[in-house]
């Protein structure tokens, strides 16, 4: 039995074995449960995808043009009226 250094500790030899065990052991529950689930989900079609997609843009410049006009009102009131 030998003593090795992990993460500022001296662990036996044994107890390195048992815990990549149960750490590879755990990660492989895990990733069969993630596939389970996956075949669990229901992804959208292209055409609903594609449409909600535009709705984003749409929405995003919308709001880009509100906020920049915003901006340019007040840069404007600002450089007339106070500065």
Not at 4 to 17: C, H, N, R, V, Y
Not at 29 to 43: A, D, G, H, I, M
């Amino acid at each position: 039995m030998a003593l090795l250094p992990f993460g500022g500790f001296l662990i036996m030899e044994t107890s390195m074995k048992n815990f990549i065990m149960e750490t590879v052991g755990t990660a492989i529950v895990f990733l069969r449960e993630v596939r389970v689930e996956l075949r669990k989900t229901s992804f959208p079609d292209r055409h609903l995808t594609t449409k909600n997609t535009a709705i984003v843009i749409a929405f995003s410049i919308a709001i880009a043009l509100f906020l920049g006009g915003l901006d340019m009102g007040f840069s404007y009131i600002l450089n007339t009226y106070i500065l």
